[in-house]
């Protein structure tokens, strides 16, 4: 086998933690691992709370980790979702990475950059044309439809436009362009006919989650002595259903024994720890983020799984649902029941869906998966064979490198 070069670009990597952070990680890792030559271009972490980590600043940073070459590039760090500090957020990084990485990349056979945010798709094309390398492009998120869905963006605006200008530039220079869901990569099909495609899911590494990985300590720690315990750990930001779960707490206090445990960091948590506490709810309870290896064990010390979405976002299966499924415990999806993701929860019977903003119908899921002890281990049970047959991440990731090696 030929040995390969491969730089990938990503403002998000570990010791940041995320699901982008964590596949791209573990892309790097068996690239490595396979004898081919990494090379990643990144910021200096600050995600999730929008401050450097201690011991990362300046303009310029270069590391070997475990075989893999990090080059970290200079960022404006903002956890702040306000236009002017998001925006100096990611074009901060867009032009530093482009200058550091025009005089510090060596010519590789694949550029694989990450999307979002979209607009690091400029850099990745003037670096890949520069080293005359195949520009791979992945869109974890579809911008700007998916800011369009979530009322952030408005079709009409000059930003949107200007953005799906750049989205299908993106997309016709790409030697490749691959997609995490496979609602998006039959869209960019449909739309980029001459685009080569490939559908490379999200999935969870399944030795990592899994129900053998609770322990007492994690559920005391989450659930105190309450009877039932219900978990959302990710970032907090404005994609997430999160309030709907506050809505469903407010109602359930004083009717149900059950704890609602959130646990990770966003640009929401501040409004959402407040909201809580004005509301008076002892039945919430919030926690930092902890690092990726402590998050199996308070997933695996939930009765149930919490997957939502604010709003109805075509094609998007929330990355937590996979992690659900491979912990063994029941899901329930904030989504459209016509969806993708909720396509998959129901074949699989591994949980419930509700439909975004429907706090009536999350409460009686709440009730009803706490009431049947029986339908939470079948439900638990079904997602973590589903996850193992289909979803697994190691899996999903080696037959994507298969496909580098094969087409190089």
Request: contains cysteine; aromatic residues 10%; charged residues 20%.
């Amino acid at each position: 086998m030929t040995e390969l070069r491969i730089i990938l670009l990503t403002q998000y990597f570990p010791p940041e933690i995320g699901a982008p952070q964590t596949r791209l990680a573990l892309l790097a890792r068996l690239l490595t691992a396979r004898g081919h030559q990494v090379t990643v271009l990144t910021a200096m972490p600050n995600y999730p709370k929008g401050q450097l980590y201690p011991g990362y600043g300046g303009l310029f940073r270069r590391a070997k980790v475990d075989g893999v070459e990090i080059i970290r590039s200079y960022i404006y760090p903002s956890q702040k979702a306000s236009f002017l500090p998001r925006m100096g957020n990611y074009f901060s990084f867009v032009l530093s990475s482009a200058l550091v990485g025009s005089f510090s990349l060596k010519r590789a056979d694949y550029l694989i950059v990450e999307s979002p945010p979209l607009f690091l798709g400029m850099a990745a094309y003037w670096l890949s044309r520069l080293k005359r390398t195949r520009l791979v492009f992945n869109v974890a998120d579809p911008w700007p439809e998916k800011l369009a869905n979530m009322g952030i963006l408005r079709p009409e605006s000059l930003i949107y436009r200007l953005s799906a200008r750049l989205e299908a530039f993106c997309y016709k220079k790409a030697w490749l362009v691959t997609a995490q869901e496979k609602g998006v990569a039959r869209q960019i099909q449909r739309d980029f006919p001459r685009t080569r495609t490939y559908f490379f899911s999200n999935g969870a590494d399944t030795a990592v989650f899994g129900p053998d990985r609770a322990t007492p300590e994690a559920r005391r720690l989450l659930a105190g002595k309450a009877a039932y315990l219900a978990v959302f750990a990710g970032s907090h930001n404005l994609i997430q259903g999160l309030d709907y779960i506050l809505d469903a707490a407010e109602i359930l206090q004083g009717q149900l024994d059950l704890q609602f445990a959130f646990v990770g960091e966003g640009p929401e948590k501040a409004r959402l720890v407040e909201q809580a506490n004005r509301r008076g709810l002892k039945n919430v309870s919030f926690f930092e983020a902890r690092p990726v290896s402590e998050i199996p064990p308070l997933l695996a010390a939930a009765d149930i799984l919490l997957a939502p979405l604010k709003k109805d976002i075509p094609h998007v299966v929330h990355v937590k649902m996979y992690e659900a499924m491979a912990t063994g415990r029941p899901v329930i999806l904030i989504a459209n029941p016509a969806s993708d993701a909720a396509a998959i929860l129901s074949e699989h019977q591994a949980g419930l869906t509700v439909e975004p903003g429907n706090i009536p119908a999350l409460v009686e899921a709440l009730k009803t998966l706490c009431a049947n002890a029986e339908l939470r281990r079948t439900s638990g049970e079904n997602g973590r064979r589903t996850a193992e047959a289909q979803f697994d991440r190691v899996k999903l990731t080696g037959c994507f490198i298969d496909y580098l090696e094969e087409n190089r």
